[in-house]
């Protein structure tokens, strides 16, 4: 793996990524005789993100993706393997001392209206960061105003409570929360969910903009392929907790590897009523984490599957051309004729 600015590292092992979170209270495990009442919620992922750059997270809901997120930020503890940042190994720093790292991480919340206090204007809301890394010296008026004009918002914003704005306005004040300490990093957690198309564009373009403007690196958590294409540079996609295909988003999209990624690109919408469309239908549900298949675990859904599958656990593979580009599959899709079906599903357009 090349040098990169932020990094997250775990062995291939399934001991979990993230703390493994309860699916029983100790009471009723003690009652059941249930040695470990945990699940792994993220296993055996690698990935850095680079000064400038965006990356999504893609898949669906359940496949660790926002734990991914809160672990980055301290919310909760990695089990195993390290997070660095800049360099510096921050996961086993205490908080007093990872506190300094963490005013350059910022984290948009999903929900753009519920992330916000209700007791709390937003000119207070703009401004807690400030008082919580104790930065006395800035003016709290004059910063909030700039936090909202940076956002495209009136200045006289400052008084209204969280619900006093629409979701858009809410989206554009978590924006400019993120922003106040001026983070090298932001994790954007599905950051156009409940909007609509047209503020979902604004929202995009602003984030955009405001990358361009102070070279912040992206983080995004989204299921919205459109996005994705839109504005990440790579993407890699989950499945119960593993990263099983990772690549630039020009690459995936035109040339995906992974079934899985192959049914994801195949299931988006298409707002074209006259467009020809090939979709993939997966067969059966998403196992559950309490008994994770043998083998690939995607083999219980997969139309390609075959009797290794079930057996063995695929190794990371890398395509020839092209080494950052790597999924774990015994057969991967090969052809023109994945490239062609692409094309016709998502052709090539500027913005959204």
Known sequence: MKSGWFRHERAASCSGFARPLPHQGSLKALATGTKAPFIDAVCGVSFEIRKGETLALVGESGSGKSTIARTIIGLQRAVSGSISFDGQE???LSGAERKPYLRRIAMMFQDPIGSLSPRLTVRSLLTEPFRIHGLKDRDAGSEAERLLRMVGLPADFVR???HQLSGGQARRVGIARALALDPDLIIADEPTAGLDVSVQGEVLNLLARLQDELGMAILIITHNL?????MTDR???MYLGRFIEVGSTERIFEHPRHPYTEALLAANPEPDPDAVLNRIELKGEVPSLLRRPSGCEFHTRCRYAQDICHRVFPEPLASPDDTEHSFR??????GEAVQREQELLFPVEEGI
């Open 90 to 92: 921050i996961e086993e």
């Open 235 to 237: 993407m890699a996609i």
């Open 329 to 334: 599959c015994h057969f991967p899709l090969e």
């Open 160 to 162: 209204r409570y969280p």
């Open 226 to 230: 459109n996005v994705v294409r839109h």
